[in-house]
């Protein structure tokens, strides 16, 4: 998953809080991509100088772009944090289980909640690849290049008493 979603939203962090923040969200996905490193540049009086390349280059590996859309949660599910951000892209071989995973370390939802996900009227099964939803469902899940998915949390039907 790539934290260089939008620019202007990272306007004023240091180089080592981009990079702690990508190595906390690669860790909701298993892998880690390392956007942009400092390279040496020739200066005009002979001394070469290091500057920074672009670090909004996103891999062609990170090819869906999410917009994550909380749709209510039930009475039980607990007290959660809300989303801060619901734009992200990742890979397409990302499983609508990844998505749950993240969304769950994100609003530090108790463990009794259950996350229903859905797009458009399809409520998504956790091994479904967002490239599988993507192709299945069409431009009806496509609202301005982001795969809409919508999300709800639940009590669930295993710790009702």
């Given at each position: 998953?790539?934290?260089?979603?939008?620019?202007?939203?990272?306007?004023?962090?240091?180089?080592?809080?981009?990079?702690?923040?990508?190595?906390?969200?690669?860790?909701?996905?298993?892998?880690?991509?390392?956007l942009a490193v400092p390279q040496p540049?020739?200066?005009?009086?002979?001394?070469?100088?290091?500057?920074?390349?672009?670090?909004?280059?996103?891999?062609?590996?990170?090819?869906?772009?999410?917009?994550?859309?909380?749709?209510?949660?039930?009475?039980?599910?607990?007290?959660?944090?809300?989303?801060?951000?619901?734009?992200?892209?990742?890979?397409?071989?990302?499983t609508i289980g990844h998505v749950e995973?993240?969304?769950?370390?994100?609003?530090?939802?108790?463990?009794?909640?259950?996350?229903?996900?859905?797009?458009?009227?399809?409520?998504?099964?956790?091994?479904?690849?967002?490239?599988?939803?993507?192709?299945?469902?069409?431009?009806?899940?496509?609202?301005?290049?982001?795969?809409?998915?919508?999300?709800?949390?639940?009590?669930?039907p295993l710790n009702v008493t």
């Amino acid at each position: 998953i790539s934290w260089a979603l939008f620019p202007h939203e990272l306007i004023g962090f240091g180089w080592r809080t981009l990079v702690s923040y990508a190595v906390f969200i690669s860790s909701c996905f298993g892998y880690l991509n390392i956007l942009a490193v400092p390279q040496p540049v020739p200066a005009s009086r002979g001394r070469p100088r290091k500057v920074l390349g672009s670090v909004f280059r996103i891999p062609p590996e990170l090819d869906i772009s999410i917009l994550l859309e909380f749709i209510g949660a039930n009475e039980g599910t607990g007290n959660f944090k809300p989303l801060e951000k619901k734009f992200v892209r990742v890979s397409g071989e990302a499983t609508i289980g990844h998505v749950e995973k993240f969304l769950r370390r994100k609003m530090d939802l108790d463990p009794a909640c259950q996350v229903d996900i859905i797009c458009g009227d399809h409520l998504l099964e956790h091994y479904q690849t967002l490239r599988e939803i993507r192709q299945v469902i069409g431009e009806s899940a496509v609202q301005d290049g982001l795969l809409v998915l919508h999300y709800g949390l639940v009590v669930s039907p295993l710790n009702v008493t």
